[in-house]
Nanobody
Framework: QVQLVESGGGLVQAGGSLRLSCAASKLTFTNYAMGWFRQAPGKEREFVAA???????YYADSVKGRFTASRDNAKNTVYLQMNSLKPEDSGVYYCAIKGGVVLMTVITTAGHYDYWGQGTQVTVSS
């Protein structure tokens, strides 16, 4: 089955930047979407960004203009560049993949994704 491994989390001051990576192995989907979600303590997992296999992207309003999703198909890796970080961006960041033709109506819903990574902690200090 597909395996996803996130990396790149850490501790950063407000206003700083981090780049998260999500490497996929045993990828069998031709068409897919990769989503980034985050979860803060005591809160539900929330959608952050998504990138389709064709390169289109979509962002939560809270990160639009600050975060950028990208991909390297040769490496089966997607990235989340996070700039101008705020303390409220802190949490465990997860990447997930949904195979097939993924519609906008489901891209933001965690329950629709097929596989998940283990998560990487991002902490933004004020």
């Amino acid at each position: 089955q597909v395996q996803l491994v996130e990396s790149g989390g850490g501790l950063v001051q407000a206003g700083g930047s981090l780049r998260l990576s999500c490497a996929a192995s045993k990828l069998t989907f031709t068409n897919y979407a990769m989503g980034w979600f985050r979860q803060a303590p005591g809160k539900e997992r929330e959608f952050v960004a998504a990138i389709w296999s064709v390169g289109s992207t979509y962002y939560a309003d809270s990160v639009k203009g600050r975060f950028t999703a990208s991909r390297d198909n040769a490496k089966n890796t997607v990235y989340l560049q996070m700039n101008s970080l705020k303390p409220e961006d802190s949490g465990v960041y997860y990447c997930a993949i949904k195979g097939g033709v993924v519609l906008m109506t489901v891209i933001t819903t965690a329950g629709h994704y097929d596989y998940w990574g283990q998560g990487t902690q991002v902490t933004v200090s004020s």
